[in-house]
């Protein structure tokens, strides 16, 4: 399964592209251990995407049989970078949560209008019958 949906660039479209992509991978039979953390990381990218970049932004999904992708895309060439913030920050923590929860991620340049794509992805057998996420790569 493929899809893809742009992404308005501001705070209030963090939701509805949350909603999107959970209604996505359900439809492509994620299952509620694998769809919570992928929901999750989409929306730390979503994020960082409408807070940090410019537009166009771009949310994409892509399930086969060994992986869910998300890509998100933006105008911007900077790339994230993983922080480690004080336990009092109220932000930054984004990147490290789909670095430390991820089975890959990183950046891509992308042609067109988007200057990069951030990715992430969660191999299936990355997360444990119980819907756990295993810490093993």
């Known amino acids: 399964m ?3 949906t742009a992404v308005s660039p501001s ?3 963090i939701a509805p592209a949350r909603h999107w992509a959970r209604d996505r991978l359900s439809e492509a039979g994620v299952d509620d251990g694998r769809l919570e953390l ?3 990381l989409v929306s730390e990218l979503v994020t960082n ?3 940090h970049a410019d537009p166009p932004v771009t949310l994409r999904v892509h399930v086969d049989d ?3 992708r998300v890509e ?4 911007v060439r900077e790339v994230p970078v993983v922080r480690n913030p004080p336990p009092t920050a109220f932000g930054g ?3 490290m949560f789909v670095d430390r929860l991820s089975s890959s991620w990183g950046t891509v340049e992308e042609d067109g209008d988007a200057a990069k794509a951030v990715w992430f ?3 299936h057998d990355d997360v444990s019958e119980l819907g756990g996420f295993s810490t093993e790569r």
């Open 11 to 13: 705070l209030s479209a």
């Open 121 to 123: 992805e969660l191999r």
């Open 72 to 75: 998100v895309t933006d105008g």
């Open 2 to 4: 493929y899809a893809e």
């Open 66 to 68: 060994e992986r869910t």
């Open 49 to 51: 995407a409408v807070a």
């Open 38 to 40: 992928l929901v999750l």
């Open 93 to 95: 923590r984004g990147v």
